[in-house]
């Protein structure tokens, strides 16, 4: 199966800094990459599909980029609002493995 | 509105059984795929199990292949999750969603498995 891994595990990052977080498969997945945004005791949220598609309602300070085995997720300008775990997931074939997650938090 | 609503969940001991259960609204049930999908108390999530749309095909995590059994009635917009011979690490909310790329979530029931 495929491993997802990500890195790094948790970033302390100042309001309006650009943060960038990297998400790996261990074979290639085209662009069959998510990624959700889980705020503390909240459910996930869908971000970004499609390795870089923008989920409708997501503020555009996002965005995704990567194909293949190598990804990431920019936050162009953290916000407060956006203190949370990162997690990717590839969904091309099962199992639809997710990432460890990535926590951000602010400096 | 797209509404997930898990039910089932509570305390089992190790090696006993439990059947989850997401009544789903709002869209069109039968069309979807679904998946389940844990979070241990404090760790990051864990996707367990999908199925088809039709029920035709269905998928797990290796972690619970074999005492893990998903299934759906879409008569009744319902989707299932058997778990059996359950371990202490199986304790975790469990999250019915909707497809495998998750474009919705239900609240998630939690499941304790411990003596």
């Known amino acids: 199966d495929i491993q997802m891994t990500q890195s790094p595990s948790s970033l302390s990052a100042s309001v309006g800094d650009r943060v960038t977080i990297t998400c790996r498969a261990s074979q290639g997945i085209s662009n069959y990459l998510a990624w959700y945004q889980q705020k503390p005791g909240k459910v996930p949220e869908l971000l970004i599909f499609?390795?870089?598609t923008l989920q409708s309602g997501v503020p555009s300070r996002f965005s995704g980029s990567g194909s293949g085995t190598d990804f990431t997720l920019t936050i162009s300008s953290l916000q407060p609002e956006d203190v949370a775990t990162y997690y990717c997931q590839k969904y091309n074939t099962a199992p639809f493995t997710f990432g460890p997650g990535t926590k951000v938090d602010i400096k | 509105e797209v509404q997930l609503l898990e039910s089932g969940g509570g305390l089992v001991q190790p090696g006993g059984s439990l059947r989850l259960s997401c009544a789903a609204s709002?869209?069109?049930?039968?069309?979807?795929?679904m998946s389940w999908v844990r979070q241990a108390p404090g760790k990051g999530l864990e996707w367990v199990s999908g199925i088809s749309g039709s029920g035709g095909n269905t998928f797990y995590a290796d972690s619970v292949k074999g005492r893990f059994t998903i299934s759906r009635d879409n008569s009744k917009n319902t989707l299932y999750l058997q778990m059996k011979s359950l371990r202490a690490e199986d304790t975790a909310v469990y999250f019915c969603?909707?497809?495998?790329?998750?474009?919705?979530w239900g609240q998630g029931t939690l499941v304790t498995v411990s003596s």
């Open positions: 969603a909707k497809d495998v790329l998750i474009d919705y």
């Open positions: 499609a390795a870089s």
């Open positions: 709002g869209f069109t049930f039968s069309s979807s795929a």
